[in-house]
């Protein structure tokens, strides 16, 4: 059956679907199909709603068709956010009656911000296809690299919020996700966009000549998925001889915050983080160092609801409970808030990642790393004055917000492996991740990433789970296993290649601990070294198409004359 005769047996349908689905109903349903199969939903088919809406683009729009794409554009991407991040609005709930009537506008508010974003890649599209590349095979290209090149910079201007790109609708750890160790989630993102698209290019010709974009792209999606198989059966992921305790105490941000809560949060804690080891892990632990408790322990972002200073003061009962809690060669990682000093000599506050460690002296802290990337309305105000004189405010209520430290960089802690921290929102960050992968023994720099948050803000949602893919891919692009710790889940240690190490995983709503055997990284991951190479691509993919049918047509116009 040819493309004609498929077309003639599907056309009722079609004028129906038309006759009641207008372009920009049509732009809001392919935005919930593409929303739909990021997870934890996976309905991978999803990812044909590309196609959908490069099709839509070429179609006759009216007398302004700038303006059209731009709406096209704007609907799908307002829906595909409004699935994808639609769990903000539990942020809201945690203080309801002071921010809960922010939730509504928090929710509306960030998916058609964000959307604009795909409206302005439409837009620009549109202008350019209705030139030179009118009716030419390559504005596929260009629609597939124009798209995310806004996608990087939607994750990139204005603070960023590279939450859910294409790339990542991919699982990590799965096959496909491994093209990430080559080009990035961006990438990937550029890879995934380009092959689900090609069926909007289709033409009807006789037999399957008309059908080459499907053909090329199904043969490139069955190499990827090869060498992604190939990848993750073939690499090998050693241990290492660091032990690492996981602890989730399962405490939402509401219940921390009660009244009287700190001690009991804190008991929580300490019971997790001193409970013997399972027999089955400690054997060969023991075995082999004669050691029976863990090497440091990770708590997460935000774990006890007050300053540093104030838990660690000698006078406050807190500070007994930490004096008692580590062995002489353990290490505590945890996330607080703190008091410093800027530049200016100007008192701040800052969240911040600290190592609790006993020597001789005592049991001491030192602050490792203070958080880079703030969570705009979460952890500072933009745009402050305006903002609030309409009543809006930060949802973290510590002095006037927090304020950044140094740009995201290793650290070195006495007895552990460099290590690259990230805390929270930070994880959706490929270029913060700043790792340098070579082959050992030679490799230098950072060998693991551990990342706390607080997805207890967002509650038993898509959030937290859509996190913990978006974080994971992190570890794929570095090369490096990841050690992710939260308070209510979800808590993993993450491979090199983007998997979570079995037993490891402390679900949304469970409480406990894990112990796992830190992993080793890998010497395989290209894009460490070639970060940019994605923006490269989608320059090529934008300006190749042109340059070739400007030649072209010269080439035309010189022969004609």
Not at 98 to 112: D, E, S, T
Not at 195 to 208: E, Q
Not at 494 to 521: K, N
Not at 549 to 559: A, D, L, P
């Amino acid at each position: 059956m040819t493309l004609t005769d498929l077309g003639a047996h599907l056309a009722p349908a079609f004028a129906l679907y038309r006759r009641y689905v207008g372009p920009k109903r049509q732009a809001a349903l392919m935005g919930v199909l593409l929303g739909l199969a990021q997870p934890p939903f996976g309905f991978l088919p999803g990812l044909l709603a590309y196609a959908v809406l490069l099709w839509s683009l070429d179609q006759n729009l009216g007398p302004k068709p700038l303006r059209k794409a731009f709406a096209i554009g704007w609907w799908a991407g307002f829906l595909y956010f409004l699935i994808s991040c639609f769990w903000v609005a539990e942020a809201f709930l945690v203080d309801a009656s002071n921010q809960g009537w922010m939730a509504p506008f928090a929710v509306c508010l960030l998916p058609g911000g964000i959307a604009l974003f795909w409206g302005a890649a439409f837009a620009v599209y549109c202008k350019l296809a209705s030139g030179r590349l009118a009716g030419h095979w390559s504005r596929w290209l260009v629609f597939a690299g124009l798209f995310c090149l806004f996608e990087w910079l939607r994750g990139t201007i204005l603070t960023g919020f590279p939450w859910n790109p294409a790339g990542a609708t991919w699982k990590a750890g799965s096959a496909m996700s491994q093209l990430a160790a080559l080009f990035g989630v961006y990438g990937l993102s550029l890879f995934t966009v380009t092959l689900f698209s090609s069926p909007a290019i289709c033409r009807r010709r006789p037999g399957l000549k008309g059908l080459w974009p499907v053909a090329v792209s199904a043969a490139t999606l069955v190499a990827a998925f090869t060498f992604g198989a190939v990848r993750l059966s073939t690499t090998e992921v050693a241990t290492t001889g660091t032990w690492i305790r996981l602890v989730q105490p399962n405490i939402g941000q509401r219940a921390k915050w009660t009244e009287g809560a700190l001690l009991k949060v804190m008991r929580g804690y300490v019971t997790y983080s001193q409970a013997h080891a399972k027999r089955e892990f400690l054997q060969p632990v023991t075995k082999r160092d004669n050691k029976g408790y863990p090497d440091v322990i990770l708590w997460p972002e935000g774990a006890l609801p007050d300053a540093a200073e104030n838990l660690l003061d000698p006078q406050s009962e807190t500070a007994n409970l930490f004096a008692a809690l580590l062995k002489p060669d353990q290490v505590l990682l945890w996330g607080a808030y703190h008091r410093a000093v800027d530049a200016d000599n100007a008192l701040v506050w800052r969240n911040s990642m600290l190592a609790l460690y006993r020597d001789e002296s005592g049991t001491n802290y030192q602050v490792v790393y203070s958080k880079f990337k703030l969570v705009p309305f979460g952890e500072f105000l933009p745009f402050e004055s305006v903002l609030e004189s309409l009543g809006v405010k930060e949802l973290a209520h510590v002095g006037d917000g927090f304020s950044p430290g140094p740009r995201t960089h290793p650290v070195e802690v006495a007895g552990l492996p460099s290590f690259l921290p990230l805390i929270c929102y930070e994880g959706l960050f490929p270029a913060l991740a700043t790792g340098e992968a070579k082959s050992p023994p030679a490799r230098s720099g950072p060998s693991w990433i551990v990342n706390i948050s607080n997805d207890a803000w967002f509650g038993p949602t898509t959030g937290p789970v859509q996190h913990l893919n978006l974080s994971s891919y992190r570890a794929i692009e570095e090369g490096m296993p990841m050690v992710r710790s939260t308070p209510t889940g979800v808590s993993a240690v993450i491979d090199p290649l983007g998997r979570i190490v079995p037993g490891s995983e402390i679900g949304i709503g469970q409480s406990g601990f894990r112990d796992v055997m830190l992993p080793s990284a890998v010497s395989f991951a290209p894009y460490t070294r070639w970060r940019h190479l994605h923006l490269m691509l989608v320059a090529l993919f934008c300006l190749i198409p042109l340059v070739f049918v400007t030649f072209v047509n010269v080439s035309k116009n010189n022969q004609e004359s």
